[in-house]
């Protein structure tokens, strides 16, 4: 970690979570800049990091970020031509990127927004947004969003232990959660879980 050298050694032999891969990246990749408290999979696809641009609680699910169009090579060929299209993609504050979204080239992903699974950004997402589909369009508001989690997650059998758990993932308390989670989904199943 301290060189950034052999980054695929990296990545397989430590396996690191997405918050030291961030980490990992924001000290040794090529990217215009990374914020602090980001997370970052490493199945995360960036074909032009130094047009990324990534603030600060940015959190990657396994997605692609694409600052280039890949056509070009086989425009100018074609049509005799010397064409180029590359654009920066700028990530503001406190967003998730859902898995298999893609971002492609001159995008700003707004504060506070939300990028749904499966998305392929086109445009410029405007802060609060969640957006989703192909090509993706605003489907919702992050406030309503928050809004409406609240209030499910109150009435969860479990909501004891969230209120005392700090940030979004406790390892000791995990185990015990997971045991009410499971009793909580199947409880109406009569079958035993296979092994």
Same mark, same amino acid.
């Given at each position: 970690?301290?060189?950034?050298? =052999?980054?695929?050694?990296?990545?397989?032999?430590?396996? #690191?979570?997405?918050?030291?891969?961030?980490?990992?990246?924001?000290?040794?990749?090529?990217?215009?800049s990374i914020g602090?408290?980001?997370? @970052?999979?490493?199945?995360?696809?960036?074909? $032009? #990091?130094?047009?990324?641009?990534? /603030?600060?609680?940015?959190?990657?699910?396994?997605?692609? @970020?694409?600052?280039? $169009? /890949?056509?070009?090579?086989?425009?100018?060929?074609?049509?005799?031509?010397?064409?180029?299209?590359?654009?920066?993609? $700028? @990530?503001? $504050?406190?967003? =998730?990127?859902?898995?298999?979204a893609i971002i492609?080239?001159?995008?700003?992903?707004?504060?506070?927004?939300?990028?749904?699974?499966?998305?392929?950004?086109?445009?410029?997402?405007?802060?609060?947004?969640?957006?989703?589909?192909?090509?993706?369009?605003?489907?919702?508001?992050?406030?309503?969003?928050?809004?409406?989690?609240?209030?499910?997650?109150?009435?969860?059998?479990?909501?004891?232990? @969230?209120?005392?758990?700090?940030?979004?993932?406790?390892?000791?308390?995990?185990?015990?959660?997971?045991?009410?989670?499971?009793?909580?989904?199947?409880?109406?199943?009569?079958?035993? #879980?296979?092994?």
């Amino acid at each position: 970690m301290r060189s950034g050298k =052999f980054s695929n050694l990296y990545k397989k032999t430590c396996q #690191p979570r997405g918050d030291e891969y961030a980490e990992f990246l924001r000290l040794h990749g090529t990217f215009y800049s990374i914020g602090k408290n980001c997370s @970052i999979l490493t199945s995360t696809i960036f074909t $032009d #990091p130094s047009y990324v641009r990534i /603030g600060n609680n940015v959190h990657f699910s396994s997605c692609t @970020i694409i600052g280039h $169009d /890949g056509s070009i090579a086989m425009l100018n060929q074609a049509y005799n031509t010397n064409l180029d299209s590359v654009g920066k993609i $700028d @990530i503001l $504050d406190n967003v =998730f990127i859902g898995y298999n979204a893609i971002i492609l080239p001159n995008v700003t992903i707004g504060p506070n927004s939300i990028v749904g699974a499966g998305a392929v950004v086109t445009k410029d997402v405007k802060e609060g947004e969640i957006v989703g589909g192909v090509p993706a369009r605003c489907i919702g508001y992050v406030e309503n969003l928050v809004s409406k989690l609240q209030s499910e997650t109150e009435r969860l059998p479990w909501y004891h232990l @969230i209120q005392k758990r700090e940030g979004s993932y406790d390892a000791e308390m995990e185990p015990l959660l997971n045991e009410l989670r499971l009793a909580y989904f199947y409880k109406d199943s009569e079958s035993e #879980p296979i092994n």
